[in-house]
């Protein structure tokens, strides 16, 4: 049967619709509101590609030999990004960030960057509504978002889902969850804030799914900045790929600037 067919179609037009709404919202008051747009912005409208490179920072992959780490939990896992910058050919684009390697049926991805380099922004806001408009991620049948801040005390799978941003009922939660069992590689579950809650005062239902021991099959994608904690937990559970977040180039820098701020008729940052 076709996969798609096994997905409640109206559950996965309200979460695409959820999606396609994002805004990002710009407060402003005094006289520098004059200068700027003050409406919310859709998120498509204001992307602009940040350099994502694949991470020397781990080693990675799904096999027991491969749960080492090339740092110790207290190395910079940045101190040569931009070395490795000059390797433009390197930068990888988001629409390949979940290609799932041949034989592989559960992909878990560990994104690292500092703040404001733009792994929220891309993985947790923009990537959801490009699939949500068929731009990418074409091959995946469900893209569901949640931080770890809402649901590391989640215990089943059916609590894990009821935290995903745009709401869920309870028998969407029981068909996800039987559509991802029974359709491997079809649901993706991105998790932002894996930095912000410590591993210890996790569930450890929710432990184990961040360790791809629970709910085998999806594609699971942990945002996270590289504190001590994550880079112990990645070190101890080995992710099937880990890439970094360095930031924007200048000139795209200053265009996220101007898409975000600037009014029609003002005059743009120089790039």
Same mark, same amino acid.
């Given at each position: 049967?076709n996969?798609r067919?096994?997905?409640?179609?109206?559950?996965?037009q309200?979460?695409?619709? !959820?999606?396609?709404?994002?805004?990002?919202?710009?407060? +402003?008051?005094?006289?520098?509101s004059?200068?700027?747009?003050?409406?919310?912005?859709?998120?498509?409208?204001?992307?602009?590609e940040?350099? @994502?490179?694949?991470s020397?920072?781990?080693?990675?992959?799904?096999?027991?030999?491969?749960?080492?780490?090339? /740092?110790?939990?207290?190395?910079?896992?940045?101190?040569?990004?931009?070395?490795? !910058?000059?390797? @433009? =050919?390197?930068?990888?684009?988001?629409?390949?960030?979940?290609t799932?390697?041949?034989?592989?049926? *559960?992909?878990?991805?560990?994104?690292?960057?500092?703040?404001?380099?733009?792994?929220?922004?891309?993985?947790?806001?923009?990537a959801?509504?490009?699939?949500?408009?068929?731009?990418?991620?074409?091959?995946?049948?469900?893209?569901?978002?949640? *931080?770890?801040?809402?649901?590391?005390? =989640?215990?089943?799978?059916k609590?894990?889902l009821?935290?995903?941003?745009? +709401?869920?009922?309870?028998?969407?939660?029981?068909?996800?969850?039987?559509?991802?069992?029974?359709?491997?590689?079809?649901?993706?579950?991105?998790?932002?804030?894996?930095?912000?809650?410590? $591993?210890?005062?996790?569930?450890i239902? $929710?432990?184990?799914?961040?360790?791809?021991?629970?709910?085998? +099959?999806?594609?699971?994608?942990?945002? =996270?900045?590289p504190?001590?904690?994550?880079?112990?937990?990645?070190?101890?559970?080995?992710?099937?790929?880990?890439?970094?977040?360095?930031?924007?180039? !200048?000139?795209? =820098?200053?265009?996220?600037?101007?898409?975000?701020? /600037?009014?029609?008729?003002?005059?743009?940052?120089?790039?």
């Open positions: 049967a996969s067919q096994s997905l409640s179609s109206s559950y996965v309200r979460v695409k619709d !959820y999606f396609k709404r994002q805004t990002i919202s710009l407060c +402003g008051s005094g006289e520098s004059q200068r700027y747009k003050a409406e919310d912005r859709f998120v498509s409208n204001v992307f602009v940040p350099i @994502i490179l694949p020397s920072s781990l080693r990675t992959g799904s096999g027991s030999d491969s749960n080492t780490s090339s /740092l110790s939990p207290d190395t910079e896992p940045f101190a040569h990004a931009f070395a490795k !910058y000059s390797f @433009i =050919a390197d930068c990888i684009p988001v629409d390949d960030i979940l799932v390697p041949r034989g592989v049926n *559960s992909l878990r991805i560990l994104a690292l960057g500092c703040s404001g380099v733009g792994k929220t922004f891309t993985l947790f806001h923009w959801p509504q490009a699939w949500a408009h068929g731009k990418i991620w074409r091959n995946i049948d469900l893209v569901l978002t949640v *931080s770890l801040l809402d649901c590391y005390k =989640a215990g089943t799978a609590e894990l009821g935290f995903v941003r745009g +709401g869920s009922t309870d028998e969407d939660q029981v068909t996800v969850c039987q559509f991802i069992r029974t359709h491997p590689g079809q649901v993706c579950v991105i998790v932002d804030a894996l930095d912000e809650v410590p $591993m210890d005062s996790c569930h239902f $929710m432990r184990k799914v961040l360790a791809g021991v629970s709910l085998p +099959g999806v594609l699971l994608v942990a945002l =996270a900045k504190t001590h904690d994550v880079i112990k937990f990645a070190t101890a559970h080995a992710f099937t790929h880990c890439v970094e977040f360095i930031g924007f180039t !200048y000139g795209a =820098a200053c265009q996220l600037v101007d898409n975000v701020l /600037l009014q029609d008729d003002a005059t743009p940052l120089k790039k």
